[in-house]
Nanobody
Framework: QVQLVESGGGLVQAGGSLRLSCAAS????????MAWFRQAPGKEREFVAV???????YYAESVKGRFAISRDNAKNTVYLQMNSLKPEDTAVYFCAARLGVVATTTGYVHWGQGTQVTVSS
C-alpha cells in the first residue's frame, strides 16, 4: 500500500507560481509512475502530468510549457512546479501513483487527499 500526502497549495494571483509536493510512504516500489490530476468545481477530475521512475514525462496540453513535474526518488517525493498560473488552473490538485514504467494517464490506484490551488484574476 502506498500513502500519498500533498502540500504546497494556496492562493496566488494570475501570472504567479506555486510548487506542489507529494510525499509517498509505505510500499514505494521503483516501478511506480507518479502523476498529478486536478478537479475544478463542477467538473470531472482531469490529468495534468505524469513522471516515471526513470524520469519520462507527459503533460496535458493545457499545462504544457507552464508546469513541470519532477521527482526525487531518494526522498520518495514528486513535485509540480506551476508557473504563469491562470484562473482556470483553480482546482483541487491530487497526487496519484500506479505500478508501471510507462507515462500513462489512466489506471491510478493510489491517491492523496488533494490540495487546493486558487488563482485570482
Amino acid at each position: 500500500q502506498v500513502q500519498l500526502v500533498e502540500s504546497g497549495g494556496g492562493l496566488v494571483q494570475a501570472g504567479g507560481s506555486l510548487r506542489l509536493s507529494c510525499a509517498a510512504s509505505g510500499r514505494t516500489a521503483s516501478s511506480y509512475a507518479m502523476a498529478w490530476f486536478r478537479q475544478a468545481p463542477g467538473k470531472e477530475r482531469e490529468f495534468v502530468a505524469v513522471i516515471t521512475w526513470g524520469g519520462s514525462t507527459y503533460y496535458a496540453e493545457s499545462v504544457k510549457g507552464r508546469f513541470a513535474i519532477s521527482r526525487d526518488n531518494a526522498k520518495n517525493t514528486v513535485y509540480l512546479q506551476m508557473n504563469s498560473l491562470k484562473p482556470e488552473d483553480t482546482a483541487v490538485y491530487f497526487c496519484a501513483a500506479r505500478l508501471g514504467v510507462v507515462a500513462t494517464t489512466t489506471g491510478y490506484v493510489h491517491w492523496g487527499q488533494g490540495t487546493q490551488v486558487t488563482v485570482s484574476s
